[in-house]
């Protein structure tokens, strides 16, 4: 069982920063692929970012690549997203899922265990 909680959200400026963090639970953290999904009002949730196990392999949807960068440390069971140049389109809850079995992928269901969110609110 893994625990997830996800923090940093809050309401910013187009153009700013925020890091979100997804602290986990367990000592088994570092056998868990963990991703970020979004999910703006009206809209399907949506995949973000994913990181492998051992941090090296990261993999990001086109719509952030190059603004987002997300990261582990699995010391201290937590992984982060760095977002910059924030666009009112990137408004949304985001979440923290992780996937155990060795899955490295965009597909949401693959995601064992979820946080429960906190709110991006980007205003221009």
């Known amino acids: 069982q893994v625990q997830l909680v996800e923090s940093g959200g809050g309401l910013v400026q187009a153009g700013d920063s925020l890091r979100l963090s997804c602290a986990a639970s367990?000592?088994?953290?570092?056998?868990?692929?963990v991703g970020w999904f979004r999910q703006a009002p009206g809209k399907e949730r949506e995949f973000v970012a994913t990181i492998a196990r051992n941090g090296i392999i990261t993999y990001y949807a086109n719509s952030v690549k190059g603004r987002f960068t997300i990261s582990r440390d699995n010391a201290k069971n937590t992984v982060y997203l760095q977002m910059n140049s924030l666009k009112v389109e990137d408004t949304a809850v985001y979440s923290c899922?992780?996937?155990?079995?060795?899955?490295?992928?965009?597909?949401?269901?693959?995601?064992?265990?979820w946080g429960q969110g906190t709110q991006v609110t980007v205003s221009s």
């Open positions: 899922a992780a996937a155990g079995g060795g899955y490295f992928g965009t597909q949401a269901s693959q995601y064992n265990y």
């Open positions: 367990g000592r088994t953290f570092s056998s868990y692929v």
